[in-house]
């Protein structure tokens, strides 16, 4: 009787199990399709993309990050390196600008991005002007770099929204680096450290691999 008694819980929990897997599998994969019939399409007159109009293009694929344990390192050449959570980002000013991702592959989206200046994240980590070059690192251990003059004079910021909604997943959640004006594979997803650095020769994942490590719209994106 006993073993019968296993069995039957057993078999019960294994149905519980199909049946949430189930369910949480449906839930992921109608996420996006539920925000997108919420998000803001039109902003100040300019007529933006949907979420859903990009490609899956990482290298490891979507990164879940818990946001309670997250922390945004802000490090190298500054006077007090800071370990930001992601409430504590959150809680500086936040601004807002419609750019436009312009990929390698050929697609582009113009969306309304909400975050925070890069700028006030260096300031509080004691930003002393002895660096030139910020390196980005992501969750899925992905990087990029940009001259410090650039960040700081375009006023760049790493986005926790877009389209008014806070960044899914499958987008960078928690934030997302918009850099306007350099092609997509510089608006790296899923940031979790800033680094302060004198090495203007830093290649990231792309750019080592044969990527222009200015990124700029104006040129190719092959080359130095």
Same mark, same amino acid.
């Given at each position: 009787?006993?073993?019968?008694? /296993?069995? !039957?819980?057993?078999? +019960?929990?294994? *149905?519980?199990?199909?049946?949430?897997? =189930?369910? &949480?599998?449906?839930?992921?994969?109608?996420?996006?399709?539920?925000?997108?019939?919420?998000?803001?399409?039109?902003?100040?007159?300019?007529?933006?993309?949907?979420?859903?109009?990009?490609?899956?293009?990482?290298?490891?694929?979507?990164?879940?990050?818990?946001?309670?344990?997250?922390?945004?390192?802000?490090?190298?050449?500054?006077?007090?390196?800071?370990?930001?959570?992601?409430?504590?980002?959150?809680?500086?000013?936040?601004?807002?600008?419609?750019?436009?991702?312009?990929?390698?592959?050929?697609?582009?989206?113009?969306?309304?991005?909400?975050? /925070?200046? !890069?700028?006030?994240? +260096?300031?509080? *980590?004691?930003?002393?002007?002895?660096? =030139?070059? &910020?390196?980005?690192?992501?969750?899925?251990?992905?990087?990029?770099?940009?001259?410090?003059?650039?960040?700081?004079?375009?006023?760049?910021?790493?986005?926790?929204?877009?389209?008014?909604?806070?960044?899914?997943?499958?987008?960078?959640?928690?934030?997302?680096?918009?850099?306007?004006?350099?092609?997509?594979?510089?608006?790296?997803?899923?940031?979790?450290?800033?680094?302060?650095?004198?090495?203007?020769?830093?290649?990231?994942?792309?750019?080592?691999?044969?990527?222009?490590?200015?990124?700029?719209?104006?040129?190719?994106?092959?080359?130095?």
């Amino acid at each position: 009787m006993k073993t019968l008694h /296993t069995v !039957i819980i057993l078999a +019960l929990a294994v *149905a519980i199990a199909f049946v949430a897997f =189930n369910y &949480l599998s449906g839930q992921n994969s109608s996420s996006l399709n539920e925000l997108a019939e919420v998000e803001v399409r039109n902003y100040n007159g300019t007529n933006l993309s949907s979420i859903l109009g990009f490609r899956e293009n990482s290298i490891r694929g979507t990164q879940l990050v818990d946001n309670t344990t997250y922390r945004l390192a802000i490090k190298g050449l500054v006077g007090n390196p800071v370990n930001f959570t992601y409430q504590e980002v959150l809680a500086l000013p936040h601004y807002k600008k419609v750019v436009t991702l312009r990929c390698v592959e050929g697609w582009d989206v113009t969306i309304l991005w909400e975050g /925070t200046l !890069i700028k006030d994240l +260096l300031i509080q *980590a004691g930003l002393n002007g002895s660096g =030139n070059t &910020l390196i980005f690192r992501a969750n899925d251990g992905y990087s990029t770099s940009l001259p410090l003059d650039y960040v700081l004079s375009n006023n760049i910021i790493i986005a926790s929204k877009m389209n008014n909604i806070t960044l899914p997943p499958e987008r960078g959640f928690p934030f997302q680096l918009v850099s306007e004006s350099k092609w997509g594979y510089k608006w790296i997803k899923w940031v979790t450290e800033i680094e302060v650095s004198n090495d203007s020769y830093y290649r990231g994942y792309w750019e080592s691999r044969g990527y222009s490590n200015v990124g700029d719209l104006g040129s190719g994106f092959r080359g130095s």
